[in-house]
């Protein structure tokens, strides 16, 4: 909208006293700031085009260079980490070269800490100038701590592959003390720094920790990768911490740890339902080496739990107003409908008869929370 027609908008508003003088005056700032934005945009564009062939001509030029010089300049370094080298082959002569990466990364991690830590705090001194037009992709200490987060975590799976090397075959397969060591790393940082991304990085490493995110059969770290029981376990555990953060700066949505909740609610919720659908396609507990049928009992079990589950999210989410819940439940719920008729359970009652009792459950969920909505049970009446 043109800053004339709405300035007029805005006097007719404050004619008829919907909204007072004050009001006007920070709803022309915020839509004067909104109409700025394609700007930043160019900027963004600017920066990420202008890195990438930054990167091309910083290629291009090494081969340009004579092989000889960049050989000389290998071995002059070499000399330099000589000892370091000789040192890591002390402690893992099988594995030296992932401890070295390792400790590289790490001090990579430290580089860009230090530079992301300085760069925020001349960003908060450059927020007074642009006001309501900062925008992350300008903070250009975020990026920073975030490459040096990325270094920091592949620092803390080369230390993993020391212990516990990917060839299953030949090397027993070891707890993940390192991803464990990387939870406390990035939650750490995360409370200290109030730092969601940390926090994203913290929950992701407990996710490995568990065996979310490693194979089901083959996998290098067997934390609860056949009990998906343990990974729902966790899911309601770090459900029960985001609604602590919230409930803990409730009315302060602009708190750190509001936004803390919202992503261990999130993640939780991921958690549980990714268990839940595994339940309900192979049961609760899992052969660890042949892909034998779970029992009936299991099957039945999981799924009912999966149904529950959605329609929990799903009643929270409306009696809340609460769209994230929602979504999830529904989200899940579609996908916990289909795939029913690929479970062998359904071949317990049939699909046609599985789809009635299904129908008829829905349905009278519905009639009761009708009933409960019309008592005001649910939502009191004014």
């Known amino acids: 909208m ?4 709405l300035k007029s908008y805005l006097k007719s508003w404050q004619d008829a006293h919907l909204i007072t003088e004050e009001q006007a005056g920070q709803i022309a700032g915020y839509m004067k700031a909104e109409s700025h934005r394609q700007f930043l945009r160019l900027v963004r564009v600017l920066f990420i085009v202008g890195a990438f062939w930054l990167v091309i001509g910083f290629v291009a030029t090494i081969k340009l260079i004579n092989i000889e010089i960049l050989r000389t300049i290998a071995q002059f370094f070499y000399q330099i980490v000589r000892p370091l080298i000789t040192l890591a082959r002390s402690i893992s002569p099988d ?38 037009l900062q925008e992350k992709e300008l903070r250009l200490g975020t990026s ?18 020391v212990i516990s090397p990917l060839a299953l075959s030949s090397h027993p397969v070891s707890l993940p003390w390192f991803s464990f060591a990387g939870v406390i790393f990035f939650l750490t940082l995360a409370y200290r720094m109030k ?28 934390i609860a990768v056949q009990m998906p029981v343990i990974q729902m376990l966790v899911g309601v555990l770090m459900l029960f ?17 509001f936004l803390f909740g919202r992503t261990y609610e999130w993640t939780g919720l991921l958690f549980i339902y990714l268990a839940l659908w595994m339940m309900s396609i192979w049961g609760i507990t899992r052969q660890e080496h042949a892909w034998m049928p779970a029992p009936d009992v ?27 819940f929602f979504n999830f439940g529904l989200t899940f719920f579609i996908i916990e409908s289909y795939t029913l008729f690929f479970s062998p359970v359904w071949a317990t009652l049939g699909t046609a008869v599985g789809s009635l009792i299904l129908g008829f459950m829905l349905i009278a969920t519905g009639y009761v929370l009708r009933k409960l909505w019309l008592r005001g049970a649910i939502f009191p009446k004014p």
């Open 2 to 5: 043109r800053q004339g027609k």
């Open 95 to 132: 594995h030296y070269q992932a401890l070295l990466a390792g400790f590289g990364c790490l001090i990579v991690w430290g580089l860009f800490h230090i530079l992301g830590v300085r760069l925020r705090k001349k960003s908060e001194q450059e927020q007074i100038q642009l006001g309501q």
């Open 144 to 161: 920073s701590l975030t490459i040096g987060y990325i270094a920091a975590a592949i620092a803390w799976q080369c230390f993993n592959n």
């Open 195 to 222: 730092d969601q991304i940390a926090l994203l990085f913290g929950i992701g490493f407990t996710a490995q920790s568990v065996g979310l995110f490693t194979a089901y059969t083959f996998a290098s770290y067997w």
């Open 241 to 257: 911490i985001g609604l602590w953060h919230i409930e803990k700066v409730k009315g302060r949505e602009e708190h750190f740890e």
């Open 298 to 324: 299991e099957l039945w079990i999981g799924n009912l739990l999966f149904i529950a589950a959605c329609l929990a999210s799903l009643f929270y989410g409306a009696a809340h107003e609460d769209r994230m």
